[in-house]
Each structure stands twice: as C-alpha cells, then as structure tokens.
C-alpha cells in the first residue's frame, strides 16, 4: 500500500487512481466474476475486496493498522455469498465498492479546495458505477434482444398482458440500427434529449420515455417491473 506521502496530490492524479481502482474492481465483477465468486469463500475469515492503482484487484484479509492508511472497503463480503441470489451478491459488492472507490478518492482529496472538489467529482460523476456495470450486466445476460425486437429503438421485447410485445428500457451500451429515429424524443419528465448512453424507461400505459433517474428508476429495479406506469399515468388511475 503506498505511504501518504506518495499519494496522489492533483485532481488528475486522484483521477487517475480513483480510474483505475475502479477498473480492477469492475473486472472483478465481471470479466474475472468466477474467480472472485470462489475467492470468497464463506468458510473463511472476513474478507475484503480491493481495487489497486495498477487496475487488478484482490481478495484479502483487511489491514491490521488501526487506523489504517487508506479507509478500509466493507468488511466481510464473502459471508453473505451462499445466502443471496449470485447476482443480487454481486450488486450488493458493487454497490459497496463505489462507497469504498469514493472515500478513497475524497481521502486523498482532502486538501483540495471547493472548486478543485467539485471538478473531481464531476469526473468521478462522468463513469459509471460499478453497481451501474453489474446491473446493466444481469440485464444483458437476461434479456438479450431478439432479431424482432426493434419497433422501439431503446427496448429488448417483453409480453404485455394484452399478449403484444412492449419494449424495456434500453441499457446503456446497447445499441440498436434504429437509434438516430429517437434522437428527437424527449422525457416526459425533464424534456432532455435522449441520448444512447443515458438509461431510459418507457411507460407501458402513454408510451412516452423518462430519464430513470427523473422517474427514480434503476436498471436493476427495472428488471422487477412487469409493467411500468409513469407518475402521470399512476396519478390519473388513482383518481379514477
């Protein structure tokens, strides 16, 4: 672990290193998923998972330095592995892992000033979590769409109640030949542009399509929605 006198000091390093930290930690979410599910073995002590400077990770025992040198990542990941659903570990794990990669950050930011703050964390801001890789992942496995799927340009096909195929929302990194046909549609909520690299839910009931985060919806929690009904068209049911 470096000494905090070699810690980064600019925004650009702390960039840098919060970046790869968070490359080593979504690869093992992901690409080296296996490995680190059999790393962390329930029977075994409480384990952590690490993300380094040099963008592998590692499964290991916490620090005995108390206070450590640099906060610890949550403790004990590997307990609640055979007592979850896989996937649902795996977000759980991520989810911590942005807490971790952000004190770590803020950490050696410390003696940054408000503006450099504020720039660092809207470079933080500009990537994905690892919580948002993991669960845009599940869904891709899930739900991969179909040669037919493509009379709504953001959506895989699923069964309405009426028996007709509905869209879903679209995932970030998909992409489909239909896309430029949506570059004009706005949300129903902000009135933003749509845009691929942003996470989109369409309402099953008007048809019209939300930011997620205008209408508090996530990728993962999309995933459990059957049917989605967007605020106005769940206020206009309510009265009725």
């Not at 672990?1 to 390093?13: A, F, G, K, T």
């Not at 895989?156 to 896309?179: F, N, R």
């Not at 985060?213 to 929605?225: L, M, Q, R």
Request: net charge negative.
């Amino acid at each position: 672990m470096s000494s905090i006198s070699s810690s980064p000091r600019s925004v650009e390093e702390i960039f840098k290193d919060y970046s790869a930290r968070r490359t080593g930690i979504v690869r093992a979410l992901t690409h080296d998923v296996d490995e680190f599910y059999n790393l962390c073995d329930p029977e075994k002590e409480n384990l952590c998972l690490y993300g380094h400077p040099n963008e592998t990770w590692e499964v290991n025992l916490p620090a005995e330095e108390v206070p450590p040198e640099l906060p610890e990542p949550a403790l004990g990941i590997n307990f609640a592995r055979d007592g979850m659903n896989r996937r649902d570990w795996l977000s759980l794990v991520a989810v911590h892992s942005d807490c971790w990669l952000l004190s770590v950050a803020f950490f050696f930011g410390t003696r940054l000033n408000q503006s450099e703050r504020k720039r660092l964390f809207s470079m933080i801001n500009d990537l994905p979590t690892a919580f948002e890789v993991v669960a845009e992942r599940k869904q891709h496995v899930k739900e991969k769409p179909s040669a037919d799927s493509g009379s709504k340009s953001r959506g895989s096909t699923k069964k309405s109640t009426e028996g007709q195929a509905k869209s879903t929302p679209k995932l970030a990194d998909e992409s489909y030949p239909e896309e430029e046909e949506h570059g004009e549609t706005l949300c129903g909520s902000c009135g933003g542009n749509y845009s691929a690299d942003e996470f989109w839910i369409g309402c099953d009931i008007c048809e019209r399509w939300y930011h997620g985060k205008c209408v508090k919806i996530t990728p993962a929690k999309a995933e459990s929605i059957k049917q989605y009904k967007c605020p106005s068209c769940s206020l206009k049911r309510s009265r009725q």
